[in-house]
């Protein structure tokens, strides 16, 4: 009982000694006396244990005392020792115990009372299935927080689950109920006074325009969340805003200004360490693509042992990404192509439709480089899928790359670069949007369905004939329900003409084309 005294007052210098002493009355405590008392040994045992360091001492801590509160009814301290221990597997990098843990707290925290409790565990559970690609789980457990947060009529769970929703929603492609959830998310922490969930929600919204691949939108709104947190000293908050502002510097080739944010970030004391990480992952990667191989090997290794650690699934694809282009300086061909492998390994683990399509590109370009077909032709396959399931422009011009890819292997030399052509037309020159319900009679469209222009470059509008407000209603004989099937199509089409039907002006027009 002395022993419990004494962990219970320790001060941090203190808690080793009291931990030694803790250890010793757990082995000599008699079984059935002072339950209470043994209860509270073990809640110290493994609070001294975590803050020592001890983490394999505090999970075992931890589970005997959920355990102990289990077989006594007591759901509120189960769920209470459930939650540290979560906090402890995560810790240690052990996630699938963790997630485990945290499904467990939040039922018991359900069953005792305490919804709101519920709700913010199956959050941070869902939170980490999103950050691994686990896109379905999340989502599932988002619908499960709502609805607890709800019966605790707590607001800012309710946004932070919303915000959760649009970016699990984005990377599975449902971008318009994306775009609904993280702004609802927003405009709901805005309008009651929540400064960390709208903080979340603004770095939500700009996440779902990212994965649109409307990067001049997301700048904004990463702008936006930045100017936010900054206003309000939420420091640590603005420098998440900022990494992710580097990464579309870097992801659209201004390379210099990424560097320039990613170095102010590492001098930050404010940036938290996956922050730290992803500054760095930028630099090896800018570095490897200019040949500064040491460097960026180094760089790219403590990234991405960092990403493999916390199952970050975006880094892991873009560290193999960056380690594979510093195997090819190399010419360690065999490692390049281990990455190509992990890199379809992983992005069949994800159900992400838009952060490995840069990898898979490479990979496709590395197979079919080094003569390995079969390789080549999966990661085809794989942008296929994710071409096929999303409005994403950057999926779709990855296949259209990855069929001239294999279709040059295969000694088509002419289809390969009207393959290559269609991946470029495709990326930068038509941006299409679902019509919907809203459009409709807001523009007057006679049209039920379609695919609205919403920009299109000037070559497209000469060579083709349309313009910006056309509703694409049928290409060929195949009508047209949403955007994504125009995009199908123009990716996917071998030689010869197009006629594609639009709706202007309340009229129906054709045109003829190809891309041949």
């Known amino acids: 009982r002395l022993a419990v005294d004494e962990l219970g007052k320790a001060a941090d210098h203190a808690h080793r000694n009291a931990l030694q002493a803790g250890r010793r009355a757990a082995e000599l405590w008699p079984e059935g006396v002072d339950d209470d008392g043994h209860l509270a040994l073990l809640e110290c045992l493994g609070t001294s244990a975590l803050v020592c360091g001890e983490l394999a001492e505090a999970a075992g801590a931890w589970r005997e005392l959920a355990e102990r509160r289990r077989l006594l009814g007591q759901d509120g301290g189960f769920a209470e020792a459930q939650r540290q221990l979560a906090t402890t597997y995560e810790l240690q990098g052990a996630f699938e115990r963790a997630l485990i843990a945290r499904r467990q707290a939040g039922a018991a925290f359900a069953a005792g009372g305490r919804p709101g409790d ?56 449902e971008i318009d109920e994306a775009l609904a959830a993280a702004r609802g998310a927003l405009e709901l922490a805005l309008g009651e006074n929540l400064d960390t969930p709208a903080a979340d929600a603004y770095q939500r919204v700009a996440n779902v325009l990212e994965n649109a691949s409307d990067y001049r939108a997301a700048w904004d709104a990463y702008q936006a969340g ?119 390994v ?64 295969d000694g088509d030399a002419d289809r390969a670069c009207a393959h290559f052509e269609r991946g470029l037309v495709v990326l930068r020159e038509i941006e299409l949007i679902t019509l919907t319900p809203a459009i409709r009679e807001q523009y007057s469209i006679r049209s039920r369905q379609g695919a609205v222009v919403n920009r299109v470059s000037d070559r497209v509008k000469e060579q083709i004939g349309i313009q910006s407000g056309d509703v694409i209603v049928q290409i060929n004989r195949v009508p047209i329900p949403d955007a994504e099937a125009v995009q199908r199509i123009l990716t996917s089409y071998g030689r010869g003409g197009l006629r594609m039907y639009f709706e202007r002006g309340g009229q129906v027009y054709a045109t003829e084309f190809s891309f041949n």
């Not at 090896?284 to 693509?289: E, M, R, V, Y």
Request: glycine content about 8%.
């Open 226 to 344: 930045f100017d936010f947190c900054e206003s309000r000293e939420m420091h640590a908050g603005a420098q998440v805003c900022l990494v992710c502002l580097a990464f579309i510097l870097l992801h659209t080739g201004e390379w210099d200004r990424a560097l320039a944010i990613d170095r102010a970030i590492l001098a930050s004391p404010h940036s938290p360490v996956g922050t730290r990480m992803g500054a760095k992952q930028h630099i090896g990667l800018i570095g490897a693509a200019r040949g500064e191989v040491k460097r960026s090997r180094r760089l790219l290794n403590e990234s991405g042992a960092f990403a493999a650690r916390y199952t970050r699934q975006r880094m892991e694809v873009w560290d193999a990404l960056g380690q594979g282009w510093v195997d090819e300086l190399e010419d360690q061909v065999d490692v390049a192509l281990d990455r190509c492998r992990f890199i379809l």
């Open 118 to 173: 519920a709700a913010a565990e199956l959050l941070s559970a869902a939170a980490h299935l999103d950050s691994a690609g686990h896109l379905a789980a999340a989502l599932e457990l988002v619908g499960e927080a709502r609805e607890r947060a709800d019966d605790a009529e707590r607001v800012d769970l309710r946004a932070r689950a919303m915000g959760i929703e649009g970016t699990v929603r984005a990377k599975l492609g």
């Open 346 to 409: 992983r992005w069949g683990e994800s159900e992400s439709l838009h952060y490995p399509v840069p990898a898979l590109r490479w990979a496709t370009t590395c197979c079919a480089t080094h003569s390995d077909g079969e390789g080549a032709h999966a990661c085809a396959e794989a942008l296929a899928g994710m071409a096929h399931n999303t409005a994403n422009a950057e999926a779709r011009a990855g296949l259209a790359h990855a069929l001239g890819e294999t279709t040059l292997i």
